[in-house]
């Protein structure tokens, strides 16, 4: 059987429903179904079946997007090949999701380069998936923000918009001391969010080293106790992840004839986070 040509006025109608995407698939669809000797039933669920993945993915796609996470870093593009170690029961329990559920912490920790962005990001894009509210940001970048947030009046609502969120990713945690200001935001963030939403935090220092990171001892030890008491631990030690990563001559293939022009920038675009 041929590839069918879709009826104009089906096409139309299907649009009319917002079931667009449909008119796509439907020729192939029809062949597969007269194949198969499919039932009008089960071509129906079939049709069905894929706009309601499409929406699915369209959806997680969109939060991936409002979260800033990399679209690169999933669990499918993860090289395991590369040499690095970490316990897999704590990695298999985190892709199960039931510490967001449980409203539990991870603090995935590591070496410079190991991959800890990569595999958070990864955690990130399951989470969207399942329908969940992610933010991924930097930790120093955070912290600009709420220290912005003390002059333009809209501290109450950036903390709120932190604290709404199902998974708050923290990139980069502890990487130098604190201000008495800093310190304050982390203490009311971690304390405000937990056992109430998830916080990822990745760190090159483990979690008995970032009281030293505060610029008030009680303050730290409240909130890194709280924190680190309510979390999964993911330690990834071995070899950089990053020189995976590096860009080879080889497997880019030829140069084109002439140089490549600039692509217009999508609207929502965001600079991309690099693997630690």
């Not at 039932?39 to 959806?59: C, G, P, V």
Request: glycine residues 4%.
């Amino acid at each position: 059987m041929k590839s069918l040509e879709l009826n104009p006025d089906l096409g139309r109608a299907l649009k009319a429903l917002r079931l667009g995407p449909i008119a796509d698939t439907l020729p192939d669809r029809l062949v597969l179904a007269d194949k198969q000797q499919m039932s009008f039933d089960d071509l129906l669920l079939l049709l069905l079946t894929d706009e309601i993945s499409r929406r699915q993915n369209s959806a997680a796609a969109r939060r991936a997007d409002q979260a800033g996470l990399d679209p690169d870093l999933v669990l499918e593009r993860w090289d395991k090949s590369a040499k690095v170690h970490f316990d897999k029961r704590v990695l298999q329990e985190l892709t199960s999701l039931r510490f967001i559920e449980a409203s539990r912490n991870v603090v995935i920790l590591g070496q410079v380069g190991v991959g800890k962005t990569f595999v958070a990001s990864a955690l990130g894009h399951l989470a969207c998936k399942s329908g969940f509210n992610v933010r991924f940001v930097r930790a120093d970048a955070l912290l600009a923000r709420l220290k912005q947030s003390r002059f333009d009046n809209s501290r109450d609502a950036v903390l709120a918009d932190l604290c709404a969120v199902d998974l708050l990713i923290i990139d980069d945690f502890a990487l130098e001391p604190m201000g008495r200001e800093e310190t304050r935001d982390v203490y009311q963030l971690f304390v405000e969010r937990n056992a109430r939403a998830s916080t990822l935090v990745t760190s090159n220092r483990d979690t008995n080293e970032w009281l030293a990171m505060f610029d008030d001892m009680l303050l730290a030890q409240s909130a890194v106790d709280r924190f680190a008491n309510n979390a999964y631990d993911l330690v990834i030690e071995g070899e950089s992840y990053r020189a995976r990563l590096k860009p080879n001559i080889d497997a880019d293939g030829p140069p084109p004839q002439a140089p490549v022009h600039k692509h217009p920038a999508h609207p929502r675009k965001r600079v991309k986070p690099k693997a630690t």
